[in-house]
């Protein structure tokens, strides 16, 4: 079972640049890649969880950038 699990997150990993943006286009998109309602309930689940990974790796990038700005910033005006 967890081999079918790496196979589907190898699916969406090499079809991210596939991944329609728009909720009717993932919708359209998970619906012709599943063989049966329960793949297609395990590729939406998968989907999910990468797509939250994915956001919680955006954050705290943007996070971490955030806190470099305001470090620069104090570093500025400490300097002046």
Partial sequence: MARSGMNRQDEITKSESQIPKTAAQLEEFVFSKATS???YLDLTASLLIYIND??????????????NKQEEEFTEQKDS
């Fill in 54 to 67: 994915f956001n919680k790796k955006k954050e705290k990038k943007d996070s971490s950038d955030g806190d």
């Fill in 37 to 39: 309602r329960k793949s």
